[in-house]
Each structure stands twice: as structure tokens, then as C-alpha cells.
């Protein structure tokens, strides 16, 4: 299982403490950065993967063996 993440390219508020939170429970994660200063968070890529344009964003990713 794979978690991807995505969040403003420096993590603060929310996304920092999901970040650490991350960290510490050593949870395997993947940073996928969002231009919240160019509204990358508006576009229809990123509506696909949370609706509102809310940041962050957590994807469940599960791999079959």
C-alpha cells in the first residue's frame, strides 16, 4: 500500500502535520507537490483527486502482488 500525498510544495499548516504525522508512524508516502500560488489545486487534474480543490489530499494506492 502506498500512500500518496499531495500538498503545497512546502508543507505548512495541515500538510506539515500530516507530513509528521506520516514520519512518525513511519507510514511510506509519496509528496506529490500542488502550486497552490498558480491554482494548480482548481484545476480539473487535481478536482479529479479531491473535489472541493481542498489541499492536503491523501490517495490510497494498493498494489497487488
Do not use: C
Not at 480539473?44 to 490510497?60: D, M, S, T
Amino acid at each position: 500500500m502506498v500512500l500518496k500525498l499531495y500538498g503545497a510544495s512546502r508543507a505548512a499548516g495541515a500538510g506539515l502535520a500530516v507530513v509528521i504525522t506520516l514520519v512518525e508512524k513511519q507510514i511510506p508516502f509519496e509528496m506529490v507537490a500542488v502550486d497552490l500560488v498558480n491554482n494548480a489545486h482548481k484545476a480539473p487534474e487535481y478536482l479529479a483527486v479531491h473535489p472541493f480543490g481542498q489541499v492536503p489530499a491523501i490517495v490510497r494506492i494498493i498494489l497487488w502482488p
